[in-house]
């Protein structure tokens, strides 16, 4: 199956086994945010939380 990555847009092959599919089924309540995405606003965060 694949998704679009809602921060950079890039399509992605989200494997049927794969939690985030599971997810994706359920309903997309949760947009779709890639690894490196998830990875940037996670040190974002963290960053914010040192400031
Ligand atoms: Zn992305």
Redesign the pocket.
Known sequence: MQVK?Q??G?AEDVPAWSEDFEKLKEGTKHPY??K??QDLIRSDAHREKQR
Do not use: S
């Open positions: 990555c921060i950079c890039r945010i890639c490196t995405c």
